[in-house]
């Protein structure tokens, strides 16, 4: 496998290709690039024909049941699973299921299957890798940490991930791929004992305990670590954050020179019932940012008359940055709706170009399993269309300012909905979404 | 529903029966009280009553159940009251499968003895499961995941229509009883047949004995 960078700057956003995969050697993936979460195999929700995912991501919790089936299977698990035409990155913990956090020690890590807890050795991990055969994978690490584990926790983190990573790197000898774990702020400690040569990339992990909880972090926060994380890691090297962050959070890590991500939040967004409808093409980013101006005009206008008349002035920039802006622009399907409009005008999904909103509440209301499917298909879409825009503004020198806009078009949003009424910005909203949106602030 | 082929609507006598506790009957029809918050759903099924309803006979054709379970002559006296009032088409409710269907039976797929299976569930069924999927990973997914319930479906509508289809073409060939009676033998290999099969059948003249 191959990763080479085609755009580079320093501590800044990256446009790299992964080619040369084992599995599909005549295959290029440009990077920044979202791997397509799997359970069980299976996107979520989907059988194969309904959507064409990039590179799969499956966690190992699943199979670790199932090895000798593996074993006599012996070609691999995109075949297993039927996705032969799609290259996989194996994890060990599941991204989208919150983790069962102080099982590891300092022989194993554990993870849970449907007959319960299993210990993975670095020898049983090795035997599932052996059988999986993916394109790439995390080393064994534990990274059961957060943003509130104790200094003692950190420590014996990175100390068992440094033994397995050892052990491994001694059994795979005829493995080609694998990859190292950083933690955050210990990173440039850490960085500098791994054996970075015999590494492909790295992995940012133990910064959340998977599920939904990178939903709330801060993103300001996440910049620091990730930077601290990447001080002495080479620029050469591919770098993953898989979880299901924000997308202020993706955002910031991709200025950061994060290459990796993956679709969890898709899946959170689905298990929650709601439906992705923030900006994530430069049109509907550039109409909300018309709007934005509009707004931040208007209120200077009502400050300048309140300065005549003395009364107090309402800033609406500073109020938005006070807080910690994890805003998601969602639409919550479960609101009783009888639209005859898709959820989003401006998608071209499948869900989007064939169902109204009104059918995909009933199919909620009535516990219909396609209710999720066609939520996953407008999920995941919206999810691959904003990590394309991304990537053209990278190639195009704009993703600074695509950010910027973003941020600031979100904290707006922000504070108006902490302060005015919420029919003002679905008011707005509606003009280019034409449905009711729900703007929850998340702290 | 963005669905162009025909839809059929069930009249809920199913339910009538399996649900017998959580309904009250009245001559107005069936209240059922949802056995989740125990809120109140009627469901109204007298026929005369949907035929007036049924305004739209153009578009939608009322299909009333044949009612009278096995015993042949209440069935015939369904049926008589039924065509003398005319109705285009005619339904036989009652019927539920679950598992995987194949010839010969259905598989539950969860078994131990498809761990090592690396076949399709039917190696002659052209379904979209069947040509991509095979026992041994469906057995790792069914209970767990809902894309398992998507593929068992597609596979066993699919079975479905392939029976009545070969239904359909032994009726015209006029080997509808050799059909019977090769199916019912492939589906109880040990000859083991259940009563209400027999009984079915024999009313009809076709001893599968």
């Known amino acids: ?443 | 529903m963005k669905w162009k082929r025909a839809l059929l609507t069930d009249s809920g006598g199913f339910q009538m029966v399996s649900l017998l506790k959580l309904a009250k009957i009245t001559e107005e029809g069936v209240k059922f009280e949802s056995p989740y918050d125990g809120s109140e759903c009627i469901t109204t099924r007298w026929l005369d009553r949907c035929i007036k309803a049924n305004q739209n006979s153009e578009k939608q054709n009322l299909f009333p159940i044949v009612q009278g379970g096995l015993y042949p002559d209440l069935r015939k006296r369904s049926l008589e009251q039924l065509i003398q009032r005319d109705a285009p088409g005619y339904a036989i409710g009652g019927l539920r499968f679950g598992c995987a269907l194949v010839d010969g039976g259905q598989i539950s797929l969860k078994r131990q003895e498809f761990k090592f299976d690396f076949g399709p569930i039917d190696e002659s069924c052209t379904c979209f499961t069947c040509k991509n999927y095979t026992r041994a990973y469906l057995r790792t997914i069914v209970t767990k995941e809902t894309v398992a319930c998507h593929l068992l479906s597609i596979h066993n509508i699919t079975y479905i229509l392939k029976i009545m289809e070969q239904i359909r073409n032994s009726i015209k060939e006029g080997t509808f009883v050799k059909f019977v009676k090769d199916f019912m033998k492939s589906y109880y290999k040990d000859e083991a047949y259940p009563e209400w099969v027999v009984d079915a059948l024999s009313s009809r003249e076709t001893n599968s004995g």
Request: with cysteine.
């Open chain 1, 1 to 443: 496998m191959k990763f080479s960078l085609k755009v580079i700057s320093e501590n800044g956003p990256r446009l790299g290709t992964l080619c040369n995969l084992k599995s599909h050697p005549g295959r290029v993936f440009e990077t920044p690039i979202s791997l397509t979460l799997t359970q069980g195999g299976s996107i979520p929700h989907l059988t194969k024909d309904v959507y064409y995912s990039s590179v799969g991501e499956e966690s190992i919790f699943h199979f670790a049941d199932n090895l000798d089936v593996l074993q006599a299977y012996r070609k691999g698990i995109s075949n297993f699973v039927s996705l032969p035409t799609h290259p996989v990155c194996v994890v060990i913990q599941d991204p989208g299921t919150e983790l069962r956090s102080g099982y590891n020690d300092s022989s194993s890590i554990s993870t849970w299957t449907d007959s319960g807890r299993i210990k993975l050795t670095p020898k049983k991990y090795i035997d599932l890798i052996d059988s999986m055969l993916p394109d790439w994978y995390e080393a064994l690490n534990d990274s059961d940490t957060n943003f509130c584990a104790s200094k003692k926790r950190i420590e014996k983190s990175l100390n068992n991930s440094l033994k397995f990573l050892k052990q491994s790197l001694r059994m795979l000898v005829y493995l080609l791929h694998f990859w190292a774990v950083t933690t955050h702020w210990i990173g440039s400690r850490w960085s500098k004992t791994i054996e970075m040569e015999k590494v492909d990339g790295y992995c940012l992990l133990g910064l959340h305990g998977n599920g939904a909880t990178p939903q709330n972090l801060d993103a300001e926060h996440i910049r620091k670590c990730v930077l601290a994380s990447l001080e002495n890691i080479p620029a050469d090297k591919m770098r993953q954050a898989q979880g299901a962050y924000s997308i202020q959070s993706i955002l910031e890590m991709i200025q950061c020179g994060v290459d990796i991500f993956d679709s969890s939040s898709a899946f959170i967004a689905t298990e929650n019932k709601r439906a992705f409808s923030f900006p994530n093409t430069f049109e509907s980013l550039g109409k909300l940012r018309k709007w934005k101006d509009r707004k931040v005009q208007r209120h200077r206008e009502i400050n300048d008359e309140n300065q005549q008349s003395k009364k107090q002035k309402i800033d609406l920039q500073d109020r938005g940055r006070s807080h910690s802006c994890n805003m998601k622009l969602e639409i919550d399907v479960t609101d009783k709706s009888d639209s005859k409009e898709p959820l989003m005008v401006s998608c071209k999904c499948y869900t989007c170009s064939t169902f109204t909103r009104a059918y995909i509440h009933h199919l909620f209301a009535s516990n219909e399993m396609l209710g999720q499917v066609l939520l996953m298909i407008h999920n995941l879409n919206h999810w691959e269309a904003f990590f394309k825009t991304v990537r053209e503004a990278i190639k195009n020198g704009q993703f600074d300012a695509f950010k910027e806009t973003f941020d600031s078009v979100i904290i707006i949003l922000f504070t108006i909905a902490s302060t005015e009424s919420a029919s003002t910005i679905f008011g707005f909203l509606s003009f280019f979404y034409d449905v009711t949106i729900k703007c929850r602030s998340v702290h």
